[in-house]
């Protein structure tokens, strides 16, 4: 049983860059959430998407926007990059039916 | 907002001691989570226990919602234990982290 999956594992950008991330959900998940993590600190929500919309979004510019594509599949696009978005990306599955959440390994983007 | 409070914030072990992890939440808690991030990022899944006890080998926790808490019990550690312990709150449609606990296991 697959987990979640994320890609790529490590990104380097140049600030004002545009960067794409993509998860694929544990088998059986059909709502994908989106945290940003920076270093020493807890991981913080960007957004949700469940049947292809954003269903709720945290305190972050709209700078960060994503996707979710039919087969359940999620992408996060960060435009215009500054030197603080440098942090861990994590992508987190789960399902109506309960039973929390599973984590991906995380995206280590570092922008220069 | 939502506060997670976690204790201690730091912990230093010497293989094969006891430990326990707390979560203060300042609203009644469901669907709780235990985590543990590995050094390479990874948030792991531990317990899914919204309320009561459940164990997993030297694991155990325990979740008492209408008072707010949940405790992690780490018997036994061992170095892979190392890394740090999130128990996020679930507020509807996204989870609220406190800093953690880093646990540093010692051999």
């Known amino acids: 049983d697959a987990g979640v999956t994320q890609s790529p594992t490590h990104l380097i950008k140049t600030r004002g860059q545009q960067v794409t991330l993509r998860c694929s959900p544990k088998?059986?998940?059909?709502?994908v959430s989106w945290y940003q993590q920076a270093l020493g600190q807890g991981p913080q929500f960007i957004f949700q998407?469940?049947?292809?919309?954003?269903?709720q979004r945290g305190n972050f510019p709209d700078r960060f926007s994503g996707h979710q594509f039919p087969n359940y599949s999620s992408e996060l696009n960060v435009n215009a990059l500054l030197l603080g978005d440098s942090a861990l990306y994590l992508c987190?599955?789960?399902?109506?039916?309960?039973?929390?959440?599973?984590f991906g390994s995380g995206t280590r983007l570092t922008v220069v | 907002g939502i506060q997670v409070e976690q204790s201690p914030p730091d912990l230093i072990l010497q293989e094969g001691a006891n430990s326990t992890l707390r979560c203060n939440f300042s609203?009644?808690?469901?669907?709780l989570q235990w985590f543990h991030q590995n050094p390479w990022g990874q948030l792991i899944n531990l317990f899914y226990?919204?309320?009561g006890t459940k164990q997993n080998g030297r694991l155990s926790a325990t979740t008492v919602a209408t008072e707010r808490y949940s405790l992690l019990y780490i018997s036994s550690s061992q170095t892979t234990d190392s890394g740090v312990y999130f128990c996020?709150?679930?507020?509807?449609?996204?989870?609220?982290f406190g800093s953690g606990t880093r646990l540093l296991v010692r051999p």
């Open positions: 987190a599955s789960s399902s109506r039916t309960g039973s929390g959440y599973t």
């Open positions: 088998s059986g998940h059909d709502t």
């Open positions: 998407y469940y049947e292809e919309e954003e269903r």
């Open positions: 609203d009644s808690v469901n669907n």
């Open positions: 226990i919204p309320s």
């Open positions: 996020p709150y679930d507020s509807s449609y996204k989870l609220i």
